[in-house]
């Protein structure tokens, strides 16, 4: 239901492409994990898909339609939680509902189902400042998925948080993707966190090397990060992304 075919960028301030020649097809209800080095250019391919930029090179096609900006049928989720302070979090989860004309019956009915599915319906009236962080991501959360968006892009969603909350919050994303059949597309430096969540992981090379290689994961449901069938295709990626590292920081002293 996506394909991109040979999608690079360039920004015209800067020497050479930040993403070069990019090709690969995400299926409808997929989970797809991409990682890389830093400066790689996987939060720009994720812009891409989402429409806020445009490629300098190749297309991207959704539904058999190139993609020419921003849609309702692609939602991101940033790093922060980005979150409206001055309204509460079911106030928060309605907004995008708003605008999109929803009616306030159905604004709230979307709004109480998505809060349940991330565990915060006790939570709804509570405003921002008194939740956790966790609880602040889960809320961005609901908030995407209650727009009944085809594609969930997600930069980073847990990186601020700790390791304990990052571990409870995968396994709760594991179990909304199960429940939802959402097409989610993940930006992580955790290789650990794309082989958990994600059917395929894509890893992209430093400079101009593009896409390096896709690894399917054929790992049961739900996953262990300590059986020998995750150790064994993390270890996998790892040495990959490792051999992307050294060959950036190599460019990079050259």
Request: glycine share 8%; with cysteine.
């Amino acid at each position: 239901m996506l394909e991109l075919k040979g999608v690079s960028k360039k920004y015209q301030e800067h020497e050479g492409e930040v993403l070069t020649s990019v090709s690969l097809e995400i299926e409808d209800g997929e989970f797809f994990g991409i990682v890389g080095p830093s400066g790689c250019g996987k939060t720009t391919l994720l812009n891409l898909i989402a429409g806020f930029e445009e490629p300098s090179q190749g297309t991207i096609i959704m539904d058999g339609k190139p993609i020419s900006g921003p849609g309702n049928d692609r939602i991101m989720m940033f790093q922060d939680s980005a979150l409206f302070p001055w309204l509460n979090v079911i106030e928060n989860v309605k907004f995008g509902l708003s605008i999109i004309g929803c009616s306030k019956e159905e604004q709230e009915e979307r709004a109480r189902q998505y809060l349940k599915l991330v565990k915060l319906n006790k939570f709804a009236n509570y405003r921002v400042h008194e939740i956790s962080g966790g609880m602040k991501q889960r809320a961005a959360l609901a908030r995407a998925l209650a727009m009944d968006c085809r594609v969930l892009l997600m930069d980073e969603p847990f990186s601020a948080l700790d390791k304990q909350t990052t571990n409870i919050l995968r396994e709760e994303l594991e179990e909304i993707c199960s429940a939802t059949k959402r097409t989610m597309i993940l930006v992580t430096h955790s290789v650990e966190e794309a082989v958990f969540l994600s059917d395929r992981v894509a890893v992209i090379g430093a400079g101009k090397r593009g896409l390096k290689k896709i690894y399917s994961i054929d790992i049961p449901r739900p996953r262990r990060i300590e059986s020998e069938g995750f150790l064994k295709i993390r270890r996998k990626i790892l040495d990959e992304v490792r051999i992307e590292v050294e060959q950036s920081e190599k460019e990079e002293f050259d």
